[in-house]
């Protein structure tokens, strides 16, 4: 029975690693036809995807090593201060050292976006995709730092909505646990909470989807506007736009 388990795992394992993957190229293939309003049959393009599913996951793997790495740079430092084996220059660098790691992880998460687009949409090679979305990255990272920003802050916004809808389920939920404790009836609390946990994990795991779809589609559009050399900083437009008013 546990050869049997075993198996069972790994397949399931292998199931979800294959639907993750094949989610990510059908969401970037449809975000581009939706560009050009087009309809898309998701199941045809979904099935259509497993072609790419081995570079794909290729692309997965490496930047989220990268990913990894990065992480553990940033951290790794402070748990040598934190034991007092770090010496000086090591806390004094430190900041720099997380903040570099922070932007490498944000760059490694652009080009995952912008290699697997290369893949989907332009069928690279994994080692073509890596190269150009690095440099298409280099020639417009103030517009995917201007993005990045962007999103940064509709992520506050959602975390925003998240709290809010664990207030308006918690309220109610709160009030019925007070009330199953004053007539005495504990099944009712049970209940109630056992509601409420689920109703907001609906609503987060909605609201986390939701987010995710959209992220990867705004990406995608500026990875078509900056392959086509449409795509300019909004900073250096309103610097132009300034120096003409000036002048």
């Given at each position: 029975?546990?050869?049997?388990?075993?198996?069972?795992?790994?397949?399931?394992?292998?199931?979800?690693?294959?639907?993750?993957?094949?989610?990510?190229?059908?969401?970037?293939?449809?975000?581009?036809?939706?560009?050009?309003?087009?309809?898309?049959?998701?199941?045809?393009?979904?099935?259509?995807?497993?072609?790419?599913?081995?570079?794909?996951?290729?692309?997965?793997?490496?930047?989220?090593?990268?990913?990894?790495?990065?992480?553990?740079?940033?951290?790794?430092?402070?748990?040598?201060?934190?034991?007092?084996t770090a010496g000086v220059g090591m806390v004094a660098m430190y900041p720099l050292i997380f903040l570099f790691s922070i932007l490498a992880i944000l760059v490694c998460s652009f080009l995952l976006v912008y290699s697997t687009a290369?893949?989907?949409?332009?069928?690279y090679t994994f080692g073509q995709a890596v190269k150009e979305s690095w440099q298409l990255f280099i020639g417009h990272w103030l517009v995917n730092l201007e993005m990045a920003v962007i999103i940064f802050f509709i992520n506050l916004?959602?975390?925003?909505?998240?709290?809010?809808?664990?207030?308006?389920?918690?309220?109610?939920?709160?009030?019925?646990?007070?009330?199953?404790?004053?007539?005495?009836?504990?099944?009712?609390?049970?209940?109630?909470?056992?509601?409420?946990?689920?109703?907001?994990?609906?609503?987060?795991?909605?609201?986390?989807?939701?987010?995710?779809?959209?992220?990867?589609?705004?990406?995608?559009?500026?990875?078509?506007?900056?392959?086509?050399?449409?795509?300019?900083?909004?900073?250096?437009?309103?610097?132009?736009?300034?120096?003409?008013?000036?002048?």
């Amino acid at each position: 029975w546990a050869l049997a388990l075993g198996i069972l795992l790994l397949g399931m394992a292998v199931l979800f690693v294959f639907t993750v993957i094949n989610s990510f190229s059908t969401l970037i293939f449809a975000a581009d036809k939706f560009r050009k309003d087009k309809k898309v049959d998701l199941a045809k393009a979904w099935f259509a995807m497993k072609k790419k599913f081995a570079p794909v996951l290729g692309l997965v793997i490496f930047f989220k090593v990268l990913i990894m790495i990065f992480g553990s740079l940033s951290v790794a430092p402070l748990w040598l201060v934190m034991n007092g084996t770090a010496g000086v220059g090591m806390v004094a660098m430190y900041p720099l050292i997380f903040l570099f790691s922070i932007l490498a992880i944000l760059v490694c998460s652009f080009l995952l976006v912008y290699s697997t687009a290369f893949v989907v949409l332009e069928d690279y090679t994994f080692g073509q995709a890596v190269k150009e979305s690095w440099q298409l990255f280099i020639g417009h990272w103030l517009v995917n730092l201007e993005m990045a920003v962007i999103i940064f802050f509709i992520n506050l916004l959602a975390g925003l909505v998240m709290i809010v809808a664990a207030l308006i389920i918690g309220v109610p939920v709160l009030i019925t646990f007070l009330f199953s404790l004053f007539i005495q009836f504990p099944p009712l609390a049970t209940v109630a909470i056992a509601l409420g946990l689920l109703l907001f994990i609906l609503v987060v795991l909605f609201i986390a989807s939701w987010m995710g779809a959209y992220q990867v589609a705004a990406w995608v559009l500026l990875f078509r506007r900056m392959h086509a050399g449409t795509a300019m900083s909004k900073l250096i437009r309103w610097a132009h736009y300034l120096k003409i008013n000036k002048v």
